[in-house]
């Protein structure tokens, strides 16, 4: 298959490059001292983001249920055994109503695996700061959720807001910023206690979840792995890969390697306009990635076919295509090229041009 939907997790995410490939090989051969081999690539995960401090989790599914255990425990081996049941802490857990959100489960229910109960502020449309400040001033609050997603619904309030109200509060603020390796600076810059990104979406690591931010609250992370956080280990090949991935990121350019991106999506964007009822046009990643994804316009009375048709077409083909559909009723289509060669794009060019020429009656 092909796949042009970004980091997708029914798809198999990413692709790692050689380098991370090598270093899980050899650790899965290796043994290691694990507590060692996690404080190394703590002190790794500081000095490559800047953050106080960091630790390796599974996923980031993981590290958000494990950060809301942490916010509730700290690190008190008692009350981490103890978990999900929370006895008498503090276990409400809010959350902006439009960051619930469904990344192929729902968020909430990691804060539930916890112990937490979540607690949706404002409406899906928007979260007032007069609601925010009402939820958390609520005793028993044990922590913020934030997330910095495409998937986010409503108004987006500025994140720095919310975490300073939660502070004044006393209230610890996470924020999971799973595909958001890129902007991990600017996450940790809101003063969140806790920034939660994923090792296998744009970094190409193995499966894992960086935890990142203030020592206590990592160390209350790392603690858990005494408790819930034992069915959430990372394994020794995703931390040995996780550190190969940190160090292919470093050396990167990010700015040339941005340019090459919209180079890339600027001539994918002109072929496709130039087939039977489409246009297209480089569109920048909403979230503020440094990389612009194709969206292409389907008027189906030209192409023959709408756009769920045309996205149906080209999954139904050998190899399958899979791009993004989310808008695809209002006639939209978008696809993202980072992870593809140029061959791929290729093939993507010739079989939408097949199902297209088939679709308008054009003659080829
Ligand atoms: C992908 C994603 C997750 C889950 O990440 P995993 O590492 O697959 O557990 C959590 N939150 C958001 C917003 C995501 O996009």
Known sequence: MINARGP?????????????????????????VMEELHELA????????????????????SAITLSVAAAMTGESAERIAALPDTGGLPARVVLPAGHAVDYGHPLVQDIRLAGGTPVLSGS????????????????????????????????????????AAAHRRGVPAIIDGAAQDFRVGEL????????????????GGPTAGLVLGRA??????????????RAMKASK??????????????????????????DKVARFAARAAALPGLTAHPVPDPTGLPFPRAALRVDAARAGLDAPALADA???????????????????????????SDEEVEVILSRMAEVLTEGSGVTR
């Open 8 to 32: 997708f997790t029914p798809v198999g995410v990413s692709r790692s490059d050689e380098r991370v490939g090598r270093a899980v090989a050899q650790a899965l051969s290796g043994f290691f």
């Open 124 to 163: 899906d449309s928007a979260c007032t700061p007069e609601e925010l400040e009402k939820d958390l001033a609520h005793p028993g609050t044990a922590c913020l959720v934030l997330v910095s997603s495409r998937l986010t619904r409503g108004a987006r309030a500025p994140l720095t807001d919310a975490v």
């Open 314 to 340: 080209l999954r139904a083909g050998d190899p399958q295509i899979w791009l993004y559909t989310d808008r695809q009723d209002d006639g939209e289509l978008s696809l993202e090229l980072v992870p593809l």
């Open 237 to 262: 090949e995703s931390i040995v890969g996780t550190l190969a991935a940190l160090e292919a990121r470093q050396e990167l350019d990010v700015s040339a390697w941005a340019r090459r991106q919209e």
């Open 216 to 229: 206590g609250a990592v160390r209350s992370v790392r603690a858990q792995g005494k408790g819930i956080g």
């Open 188 to 203: 940790l810059d809101t003063g969140a206690d806790l920034v939660l990104v994923s090792g296998q979406k744009y970094l």
């Open 42 to 61: 703590d002190r790794a995960l500081a000095r490559a983001t800047g953050a106080e401090a960091g630790t390796v989790v599974h996923c980031t599914s």
